[in-house]
């Protein structure tokens, strides 16, 4: 049995604006340290809301209430004194849209660092945003123009970005919300071969709802229908042998045109 | 009328519309710089002189006083304001709001933006009298500072609310606090920030109405905060219905002056947002 990082008890979460909806309907989940786990379903099945929830993204939207337990490492998520921006820190989130700060390529990564004051002296901060840019094999790409506004890189970049940002903050796990959907083919695979690298030695919550994605990457797959998780297995079994009958349509075929989005085989 | 005699009758009346106000502000512009500057060239130095004893009768002297009026209550009333107006938006963005009251809000605002200058000018009369002091420089920058409240607050929100949401989402997964991702998002939308901050003060700096009533129609140098003081748009009404040829000559000067000014803060609020929204999202580096 391999450890636990984060885990939901009874995950809730309901929007209370003109009509109440609930979006995410009691989820137990478990995520094994260093593997990659995959929840994957239709659109609006909730799978983006109750990633943000793992993160307490909801906090800063009004009109949103969530229930149930997150568990970090055993310490709790909600309901504890431990500020918000202090569990942000320790759980990263890339959002599904490829999102430059306003800043320049280095401040970009430096960001986090700098708030959370994780560095030395200039030549340590110097060397982590190398480092994770590295990492996200940005770096050769922008090396010589560190300073420019991020604004001016290509989407599949930015995406690259957020992930070294996100990882310069050492957090304990990565959520990846469909963080290759909003991106061209060509720079849906180099951020794909990117979280394939990174999986070797990250713990990776990643939405999908490419059943190919999830395939290619994923050790564990969740399927989430209706704001409920129909099935949880690893991803062989998941695949190979379905056991609900839901999660054996959607795997047998695309009966929806959006499970095929992006995927180019 | 086939559709495309329609699309080029269009188009012809949006030329011709285009022609007309770029002609009456080549003409405005042209005008008061042609005349104005003819008068300053001729003796530049009334704009740095303190006006004579007799200036409205006898233009001995300059006008240095608005120059200063100017300064000295527009520069005080923009900072004011401003302060004010980056607080109430960020106050209708931040999550402390209910949408319905920024709307609310957000109305009332309109309504102000649309209100005369005069009445602002009127209302703050009536509070000198009510606490029974005078016309001053201090009620000058209170008056502007309201009549710019409205504008600055509308291009402030504005410019906030087209900051991307995912910004804000993206510093608080890094673990941002409230305050350090508001830093974050406002300079996505610095750009806006800073072309509200330029046309209040434009504003701020060409409206005769408000400061008629509250600064006091000074005709001397400005000596302290509760003195008298005015400004050039004033200034330039005081002298153009003057009945001195010469004082009258010095209203293309002074508003030669002013439209330089208002021309240059416009250009700086188009160079400077420029120069920020390269790094908006969105933006190129050029």
């Known amino acids: 049995m391999t450890d636990t990082v984060l885990e939901a008890e009874n995950l809730a979460v309901t929007y209370t604006g003109d009509r109440r909806v609930e979006a995410v309907k009691g989820i137990d989940l478990s995520v094994p340290a260093n593997r990659l786990t995959a929840v994957i379903g239709p659109s609006g099945c909730g799978k983006s809301t109750f990633l943000k929830a793992l993160d307490r993204l909801h906090d800063i939207q009004p009109g949103v209430e969530v229930s149930g337990e997150v568990y970090l490492r055993g310490d709790p998520v909600y309901g504890t004194d431990e500020p918000a921006p202090e569990l942000r820190r320790r759980i990263g989130y890339v959002p599904q849209e490829p999102t430059a700060l306003p800043l320049s390529i280095y401040e970009n990564v430096a960001y986090g660092l700098r708030i959370h004051g994780i560095h030395e002296s200039k030549q340590d901060l110097d060397d982590r945003v190398e480092q994770y840019l590295r990492q996200v094999d940005l770096w050769d790409e922008v090396d010589d123009r560190l300073d420019t506004p991020a604004a001016g890189l290509s989407t599949g970049q930015i995406q690259r970005l957020c992930l070294a940002r996100s990882l310069a903050v050492e957090p304990d796990v990565l959520l990846c919300d469909e963080v290759t959907s909003a991106l061209d083919p060509i720079s849906a695979e180099n951020v794909e071969e990117t979280l394939a690298a990174l999986a070797e030695e990250y713990t990776i919550v990643m939405v999908t709802h490419s059943m190919n994605q999830a395939k290619r990457l994923a050790d564990e797959v969740v399927f989430l229908y209706l704001g409920e998780v129909v099935e949880a297995n690893g991803v062989r079994s998941f695949f190979e042998d379905p056991q609900h009958e839901r999660t054996k349509r959607f795997v047998s075929g695309p009966a929806e045109d959006e499970y095929v989005v992006s995927d180019a085989d | ?286």
């Open chain 2, 1 to 286: 009328m086939d559709r495309y005699a329609k699309q080029r009758a269009v188009g012809l009346a949006v030329r011709a519309a285009t022609a007309l106000v770029l002609a009456v502000m080549a003409v405005v512009i042209g005008v008061t710089l042609a005349r104005g500057g003819r008068v300053l060239l001729a003796d530049p130095a009334i704009a740095i002189t303190p006006p004579g004893s007799r200036y409205m009768l006898e233009a001995n002297g300059g006008f240095l006083h608005a120059m200063l009026g100017t300064a000295f209550i527009v520069g005080p009333a923009t900072v004011v304001s401003m302060a004010l107006a980056v607080s109430t938006a960020a106050y209708l963005q931040s999550d402390y709001s209910s949408e319905r009251f920024s709307d609310a809000v957000n109305t009332f605002l309109n309504v102000l933006w649309g209100t005369p200058p005069i009445v602002y000018g009127v209302f703050v009369l009536t509070v000198v009298i009510a606490v029974g002091a005078r016309t001053s420089l201090f009620f000058g920058i209170v008056a502007i500072a309201v009549f710019q409240y409205p504008i600055m607050t509308r291009y402030t929100d504005e410019a906030l609310r087209s900051a991307p949401d995912t910004v804000r989402e993206a510093t608080y997964g890094l673990g941002a606090t409230r305050f350090e991702s508001a830093v974050v998002t406002a300079r996505a939308a610095l750009p806006g920030i800073v072309a509200g901050l330029i046309m209040g003060f434009a504003r701020g700096v060409g409206d005769a109405a408000t400061v008629l009533f509250t600064a006091g129609r000074s005709t001397r140098m400005p000596r302290g905060l509760f003195e008298p003081a005015t400004t050039l748009p004033v200034l330039i009404f005081d002298q153009a219905t003057s009945f001195n040829a010469e004082v009258r000559s010095h209203a293309y000067a002074a508003s030669f002056v002013l439209i330089v000014i208002v021309l240059g803060l416009i250009l700086a609020s188009k160079l400077l947002a420029g120069r920020y929204a390269r790094f908006a999202p969105g933006g190129r580096n050029s």
